[in-house]
């Protein structure tokens, strides 16, 4: 992956909007992510992050804007950028009566890999789900079911990898495999956004920052700019 480096962005959204009938839940969004970055959309429950990941997972259509993912236009080439992508929603996403590995399976025969076994152990292990393996995640807590989430996004290592609020109830092992799990990625080319609420993660997980409020961008700011607590005044400050 290392030869997409210096390409155009990995992701290119301009004045996206997104409609629910009336209700304009995303309205006129820049986002822009490159390969070997990991980029944080943050801000306060309802702020349109959901959305705008929905979108790029070719989950949402657009109701209007330009949205480009790994140089292909979502509009007419959903299916390629499914396949290139890793997405981790915000809620849901499991099969209740499958287990851990049986999820696994499946997503290895849908993307036709070979020899995924070990990687599989690895990955389940890395997150403090290899006991677990062979349960089905209909009991499973909320916590793990975010991290077997994060799991499937990554497996395949794709060239998008989005991730919407992954930390959500997860506990500090989980974060910090989380976190490693993004590290990985931008390491091997790949582009990261991540959605989260929480501003002490989004610095550590990424090096800067789009902050949304009501379905509006409202500022992009680095890591450093967030830091501590002249950071969170900042932040407080642009979603008052």
Known sequence: MSELRGRAPAVDVRGLVVRFGEVAAVSGVDVRADLGRATALLGRNGAGKSTTMRVLAGVVPPTAGHVEVLGLDLRTHSLEVRRRSGYCPDVGGLVP?????????LA?????????????RAALERFELGDVAHRVTAGFSHGMGRRLSVVLAAFHRPELLLLDEPFDGVDP??????????????????????????????IEACDHALVLR???????????????????????????
């Open 97 to 105: 009566r499958a287990t851990p590995w049986e999820h696994l399976q």
């Open 108 to 120: 290895a025969r849908l993307r036709r890999l070979t020899d995924w076994e070990d990687d599989a």
């Open 173 to 202: 092992l989980g974060v910090e495999a989380t976190l490693e799990v993004v590290a990985d990625a931008c390491a091997r080319g790949a582009a990261v956004l991540v959605s989260t609420h929480l501003r002490e993660l989004a």
């Open 214 to 240: 009501g379905g509006n961008r409202v500022a992009e700011l680095g890591s450093a700019e967030l830091v501590g607590e002249e950071g969170a005044r900042a932040y407080r400050a642009l979603l008052d």
